[in-house]
Each structure stands twice: as structure tokens, then as C-alpha cells.
């Protein structure tokens, strides 16, 4: 993927902010906690002096009792605060997270084909759980923290100003030193970090199409070299992570060096301080008590920055993706229905002059100063209601990209497309889709049961509908006979069917689909006779009086067919029926003789 943008952290923050305001009342209750929590400890500090001043060195039992019974009162009083703290404080980080993931999920299913071509899917998936989790963390205690570090570490230096104005400037000499390593190495590790999850979603990558081919991978014995090249990938990453992890570790240790040394100036100062009399023991005391509570505030904010700084790496990625827009756009308002008319109502698609080539093949060809290869070439056709229009041609003629083009997965380059007389750029996406039922040369088959594969094309059918669609597919025999029926699993990519089964589920969902137009890509590869003849009365019963073009790899589909078109390089070479074709064109005699499959 090519990472182009860059964000500020006022961007990324503004970003997760919005994620949050939605839930202003969970904010409110987390934030009120976490002022009461941090105000309990402070105020321990106090008691402390209290109790050292007025009970240890007067020695007044009284005073002693009752100052412990304060100070328990406030420790209970952080303790209770606390659950609150840490109970809202973590359940924001996961409600954010389960926001963010829902919108990135349903913003990547809107995007184009185009997008997908140039990402690879495990990087997307690399990005949805890792990054996510990271922000899952940084929201739920990583905020969390900071915050409270940053209250304690004000209160803190607020209740030395307090308690010895003097001792104070010392700590205040420390501040800018430890504001400088936390802006110099934080950087560093956020850089370290977005690099580090860049390689981890390239492992991803990796996982995601080895396994996805582990068939290929196994039959070539590829393992061993797959193995080698995902050892190196891993590689790459912890030298990534080695970096950031050195950058983090030399924030928090300056940071703490910084820090503590303070404190142990400002105790020795102090000390000497009492030996004069110039303040109490309990003062000191205090004062300690509340450097010490600062300089952990200081520790945590740097250790967390290290992590906020992760998580805005995290965070950058995902906006990116939340920022790709579709190519398309949906822009068009009409919405067909049965009663759409046409000046000719009886042809319900036409082609004309359209020319048309491929997005990622037009940058190719761009950075070799070529011009971009023609996938569709002026082409210009009707089909007329009812009709089979069987497309012919060689592989890599166009023919599933006018598929495409029909469904309008890419914009054309010029000429128009009208489906029921209206041009497809003014019909709504949806609406487009809604015309055509797809069954493609390779079945698709979800990891889902067999009723939900079949009305993934239409979740209103009923189960009545689903089997009356396996019955026309010829699927519902076989579908009857598998453990759970209807309700039987189907395994990931169908690996649980045999070939001709998987088409069949495929017709039984475009049935169900009820569109008005049919788009076939005959299937190429050979299955048994019995399933074969399965599979041709199952398409016979989905082609009834339906419109139907079908990419054709039979003999017996062609010769059946009211039309065929002849591509060649993206053109229309030739239309017209089986017998008058083969008689007069010698490209289609050719063809039908070395090409289609004979039955
Ligand atoms: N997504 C894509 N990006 C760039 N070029 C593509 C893309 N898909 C297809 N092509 C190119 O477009 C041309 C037409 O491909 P298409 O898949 O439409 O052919 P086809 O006639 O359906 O072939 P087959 O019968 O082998 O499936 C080919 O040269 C192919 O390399």
C-alpha cells in the first residue's frame, strides 16, 4: 500500500476525540473519577503532614487517631474512585475501537475493485486487528494514565508550591529538563513504530496468501522457501521494533535519571532545611511524598508517550484507509424498476461506442509513456428482452470486463451504457446491481450454511424461497442429503462440496436473486457427466425467460443462443446466429472448432 499522507497529532487526536463524543456521559463519569482518585492521593500527602506535625512529633494520641481515621477515609475514597477510573476508562478504549472497526469495515466494502487490485488483503487485515488493537489499548489505559499522571504530576507541584515555595524551584529547574528527551525521543519512536506496524502488516500479507494457497504451496514443495522468506519478513520487523524499543528505553531511563536526581537534590536541600528550622519535618515530608508522586507522573507520561506515540502510528494508517474514496461515484439518482421505460421497451441494455481501459493498467502505461491499452474498443450492442446472448472470444478478449462494465465496477472511458433506456452513470449504484445476477466461472462459497449462501443474493427469501431455488438449481437432492441440510456448514470456500455442487449453490443464488438479467460465465473446467448434466439443467431452468448473456465455452450454448458476439482484442468483430457465423466467418468457424467445448 502507498502511504502518502501524513497527519499531525492534532489531526489523529481530533480524530479519536470524534470516536468519543458520542459517549459524553461514560467521559464524564471516567474524567470525575479520575479527578477524585487523583485528588485522594494528593490529599494523603497532607494527612501525612498532618499526622508526622500535629500526632507523631507533639505526640498527641488524639490528634494521631484521628488523622488515621482521615486518612483511611480518603484512601477509601481513591480506592472506590479508581474502579471507576479504570472500569469506564477501558471500556471507552474498547467501545472506540468496536466503533472504529465497524465503520473501517463497512468503508472498505465500498470501495472499488481498483483499490483491492493494488492492496493486499492481509495488509487490510493487519491493519484491522493490530492497529486497532494498539488503539484498543492506548484509549482504554494509555489515556487513562497519562491523565492521571498529568493531574497528579499538577497537583503535586501545586502542593509543593503549598508546602515549600522554595524547595519548588529546584523541582521547577527539572521540568524543561525532562519536557526535552520526552519531545526528542518520542518522535523518534512514533517514526520507529509506523515503519515497525508497516512491516507487520506486510507479514500479514504474507500469512494471508501462503494459507489462502496452501494447496500451490504444498504441491511445489515450497514450504521450505516460504518458510525462508516469511523467517526474513519477521526479521525485518523486529530490526524495526529493536530500534523503537532502544528510543523508548532511553526516553523513560533519562526521564527517570532527570527526575530522581531532582528529588534527591530537593531532599537534601530540604534536609538541611529542617536541621535549621526553616521548615517541619512534616513539611518535608510532604514535600517528598509529593516530588516522588511527581516524578512517577513524569516516568508514566514517558512511558506513555512511548505508547501514544505507537498508537498514533496505528492511528495514521487507519485514517489513511478510512480516507481511500471509491473511484465511482454514486452520484447518479434514478432508481429502476419494473415499469422503467425505454423509446424501444423491449431492449433493455445497449452499448454504445464504448471504449474502455483499466486504471491500474493506464498508470502502467503512463510511466512507460505508452498509451493505455484498449480492454473495450468502441464497442456498441442492444440486447433485447428475453434474449440469450452468448459472448465468444479468446482469453483476454474483454469478456468479463464488459461483465464489469455492466455492473459498473469501473467507470467507462467514452460512449454510454444504458440499462432500460437510462444512462448507467444516472441510475444508483445499487440500483444497477439490483438488475443483474452474476454466476462466475469459479463458484463462490461462503464459510456459512448452505440457506445463508443461497440468500446472500436476497436476505428477504424465506427458507420456502431458498429451496425453491435449490430445486430449480438441481441442488436440493444432494443438499437434503448433507448432515444438517439446509443448515449444514459449508466449510471455507466450500471445501466441503465437490465442483459441480459449488456451481449448482452458485445458481440457486442467482435464482433466488430474482434480477431481471442474467450474467453467465460458463464454467471451463471439465466435471463428470453427471454433474455436467446437472449443472446445464440447472442454468436451462435459471435461463427461462430471463435476459441472459452468458460468456460461452460450449458448442451447445452458442448454437442455442438469439445472439453471439464475437470479441477480439476488445472489439466486435462479428454478431449474428450459430449457423450463419459459422458459415461466413472464418474467425468464428475457427474458433467454434478449436475453442468450445463439443456437446
Ligand atoms: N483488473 C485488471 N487490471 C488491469 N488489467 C486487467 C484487469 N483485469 C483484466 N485485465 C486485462 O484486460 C484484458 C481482458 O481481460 P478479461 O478478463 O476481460 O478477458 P476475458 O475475455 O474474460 O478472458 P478469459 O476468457 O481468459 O477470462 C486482459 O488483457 C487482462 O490482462
Not at 482521615?70 to 469506564?88: C, I, Q
Not at 519531545?183 to 509506523?194: D, I, P, T, W
Not at 518535608?284 to 507520561?301: D, K, M, N, R, W
Not at 428475453?386 to 472511458?413: E, P
Amino acid at each position: 500500500m502507498v502511504i502518502k499522507q501524513s497527519y499531525t497529532s492534532r489531526q489523529i487526536l481530533s480524530w479519536l476525540f470524534s470516536h468519543l463524543a458520542p459517549y459524553k456521559k461514560q467521559v464524564f463519569i471516567a474524567l470525575t473519577a479520575l479527578l477524585l482518585s487523583s485528588l485522594a492521593w494528593l490529599l494523603l500527602g497532607q494527612g501525612i503532614k498532618h499526622v508526622i506535625d500535629q500526632g507523631f512529633v507533639a505526640e498527641n494520641t488524639d490528634t494521631l487517631q484521628q488523622a488515621l481515621i482521615v486518612v483511611l477515609g480518603v484512601v477509601l475514597l481513591g480506592s472506590v474512585a479508581t474502579y471507576f477510573r479504570f472500569y469506564w476508562m477501558v471500556w471507552l478504549g474498547e467501545r472506540v475501537c468496536a466503533d472504529i472497526r465497524s465503520d473501517l469495515f463497512s468503508h472498505l466494502v465500498k470501495l472499488t475493485p481498483s483499490f483491492f487490485e493494488n492492496t493486499r488483503t492481509g495488509e487490510i487485515i493487519s491493519r484491522f486487528t493490530s492497529d486497532t488493537t494498539l488503539l484498543q489499548s492506548i484509549v482504554g489505559t494509555g489515556i487513562s494514565m497519562a491523565l492521571r499522571s498529568l493531574v497528579m504530576f499538577v497537583g503535586a507541584l501545586v502542593l509543593m508550591l503549598f508546602t515549600s515555595p522554595k524547595l519548588t524551584l529546584f523541582v521547577f529547574i527539572a521540568v524543561p529538563l525532562i519536557l526535552l528527551p520526552i519531545k526528542v525521543f518520542g518522535n523518534r519512536v512514533r517514526n520507529h513504530s509506523k515503519l515497525s506496524q508497516d512491516k507487520v502488516a506486510k507479514v500479514g500479507g504474507m500469512i494471508d496468501e501462503s494459507l489462502h494457497e496452501i494447496h500451490t504451496v504444498q504441491a511445489y514443495n515450497h514450504q521450505h522457501i516460504s518458510s525462508q522468506l516469511f523467517s526474513s519478513k519477521v526479521e525485518d520487523v523486529m530490526q524495526q521494533a529493536k530500534k523503537r524499543i532502544h528510543f523508548r528505553a532511553l526516553l523513560i531511563s533519562v526521564v527517570m535519571l532527570i527526575s530522581l536526581s531532582a528529588i534527591f537534590a530537593v531532599a537534601f536541600v530540604g534536609a538541611k532545611m529542617v536541621l535549621n528550622d526553616t521548615i517541619s519535618a512534616g513539611e518535608l515530608t510532604a514535600f517528598v511524598f509529593y516530588a516522588v508522586l511527581a516524578g512517577g507522573a513524569i516516568a508514566t507520561i514517558s512511558e506513555v508517550i512511548g505508547e501514544l506515540q505507537k498508537a498514533a502510528g496505528a492511528s495514521e494508517r487507519i485514517l489513511q484507509l478510512m480516507e481511500q474514496q471509491p473511484d465511482i461515484k454514486d452520484d447518479g439518482s434514478v432508481v429502476l424498476n419494473a415499469t422503467a421505460q425505454t423509446n424501444d421497451p423491449s431492449i433493455i441494455l445497449s452499448l454504445d461506442s464504448v471504449t474502455f481501459s483499466y486504471p491500474t493498467a493506464h498508470e502502467e502505461d503512463h510511466k512507460h509513456a505508452k498509451q493505455a491499452t484498449k480492454v473495450i474498443d468502441n464497442v456498441s450492442l442492444q440486447v433485447k428482452q428475453g434474449q440469450t446472448v452468448a459472448i465468444v472470444g479468446h482469453s483476454g478478449a474483454g469478456k468479463s470486463t464488459l461483465f464489469q462494465l455492466l455492473q459498473r465496477f469501473y467507470d467507462i472511458n467514452s460512449g454510454n451504457i444504458a440499462i432500460f433506456g437510462t444512462a448507467i452513470k444516472e441510475i444508483k449504484i445499487d440500483s444497477v446491481r439490483e438488475q443483474f445476477a452474476l454466476v462466475p466461472q469459479d463458484a463462490v462459497i461462503f464459510a456459512d450454511t448452505v440457506i445463508e449462501n443461497i440468500r446472500f443474493s436476497n436476505p428477504r427469501a424465506s427458507l420456502e424461497d431458498v429451496q425453491r431455488a435449490a430445486k430449480l438449481a438441481f441442488a436440493d437432492e444432494f443438499i437434503q442429503q448433507l448432515p444438517s441440510g439446509y443448515d449444514s456448514e459449508l466449510g471455507e470456500r466450500g471445501v466441503k462440496l465437490s465442483g459441480g455442487q459449488k456451481q449448482r449453490i452458485a445458481i440457486a443464488r442467482a435464482i433466488a436473486a430474482e434480477r431481471p438479467i442474467l450474467l453467465l460465465d460458463e464454467a471451463t473446467s471439465a466435471l463428470d457427466a453427471k454433474s455436467e448434466r446437472y449443472v446445464k439443467k440447472a442454468l436451462e431452468s435459471l435461463m427461462q425467460s430471463k435476459t441472459t448473456l452468458i460468456i460461452a465455452h460450449r458448442l451447445s450454448t452458442v448454437v442455442n443462443a438469439d445472439l453471439i458476439i464475437v470479441l477480439e482484442q476488445g472489439q466486435v468483430i462479428a454478431t449474428g446466429r450459430h449457423k450463419e457465423l459459422y458459415d461466413n466467418n472464418e474467425v468464428y468457424k475457427s474458433f467454434v472448432d478449436l475453442q468450445l467445448v463439443n456437446e
